[in-house]
């Protein structure tokens, strides 16, 4: 038996207008439950184990309740959200102990609890390294910008000027020729993640010729 698998992409527009919906336009009604599980798993996810260990909790000013604590991620391990698929996310409830002066004290002695939280994330590890290089290059000319205006401020003489200039345009486009923007892994990125990526060399080449110019 052979099973064939086609996977495809779009580029959506969202509109988000108030009150009715127009003549000839269906009402919106929410999704049913079913259809997000569906898409969730056609995500490429990557699995994430956090291990939180409990050294001692002090100063707990609750006195008639049980009290525990929650580990969570998202909705991963909070156990009030609707989302949350049921899994032991928080300490053994137990009452916290007077410590003789104002506040309460968890008696966990040498039996330290843990929690152990098993979650799931598509995986965006490139989208948000291509974000912090584009973020860090922003932060990088407006550091050099503002070491030339320190130079105006102070009255610096015309050559200073001319110098500091040069240089700064230097290191501009010595940056801009290193910055490590890799394009988008073929197995793990959208037709809009190839876009975005174009858009960026694209610019990123047109501000390398404006200096160098």
Same mark, same amino acid.
């Given at each position: 038996?052979?099973?064939?698998?086609t996977?495809?992409?779009?580029?959506?527009?969202?509109?988000t207008?108030?009150?009715?919906? /127009?003549?000839?336009? !269906? #009402?919106?009604?929410?999704?049913?439950?079913?259809e997000?599980?569906?898409v %969730?798993?056609?995500? +490429?996810?990557h699995k994430?184990h956090?291990?939180a260990?409990?050294y001692?909790?002090?100063?707990?000013c609750?006195?008639?309740?049980q009290?525990?604590?929650e580990v969570?991620?998202g909705?991963y391990?909070?156990?009030?959200?609707?989302h949350?698929?049921?899994a /032991?996310s928080t300490t !053994? #409830?137990?009452?916290?102990?007077y410590?003789g002066?104002?506040?309460h004290? %968890?008696?966990w002695g +040498?039996?330290?609890?843990?929690v152990i939280?098993h979650s799931?994330w598509e995986?965006?590890?490139?989208?948000?390294?291509?974000?912090?290089?584009?973020?860090?290059m922003?932060d990088?000319?407006e550091?050099?910008?503002e070491q030339?205006?320190?130079?105006v401020?102070?009255?610096?003489?015309?050559y200073?000027?001319d110098?500091?200039?040069?240089n700064?345009?230097?290191?501009l486009?010595?940056a801009?020729?290193?910055?490590?923007?890799?394009?988008p892994?073929?197995?793990?990125?959208?037709?809009l993640?190839?876009h975005?990526?174009?858009?960026?060399m694209?610019?990123?080449n047109?501000?390398?010729d404006?200096?160098s110019?």
């Amino acid at each position: 038996r052979k099973v064939s698998r086609t996977e495809g992409g779009c580029v959506l527009e969202v509109n988000t207008r108030m009150g009715n919906p /127009p003549e000839g336009e !269906q #009402p919106l009604s929410p999704m049913p439950p079913g259809e997000t599980e569906n898409v %969730m798993a056609s995500l +490429r996810r990557h699995k994430y184990h956090l291990f939180a260990s409990f050294y001692q909790g002090n100063m707990i000013c609750e006195k008639e309740n049980q009290v525990e604590f929650e580990v969570s991620i998202g909705d991963y391990g909070n156990k009030f959200s609707p989302h949350a698929s049921p899994a /032991p996310s928080t300490t !053994q #409830p137990c009452n916290a102990v007077y410590d003789g002066s104002e506040h309460h004290f %968890m008696p966990w002695g +040498r039996t330290k609890p843990t929690v152990i939280l098993h979650s799931q994330w598509e995986d965006v590890q490139f989208r948000v390294e291509s974000l912090n290089t584009l973020l860090w290059m922003k932060d990088f000319m407006e550091m050099k910008m503002e070491q030339y205006e320190v130079l105006v401020r102070a009255f610096a003489h015309e050559y200073e000027l001319d110098v500091k200039f040069e240089n700064n345009l230097q290191e501009l486009l010595n940056a801009l020729k290193t910055l490590p923007l890799d394009a988008p892994d073929e197995d793990n990125c959208t037709a809009l993640d190839k876009h975005l990526y174009k858009i960026r060399m694209f610019s990123i080449n047109n501000l390398i010729d404006e200096v160098s110019g």
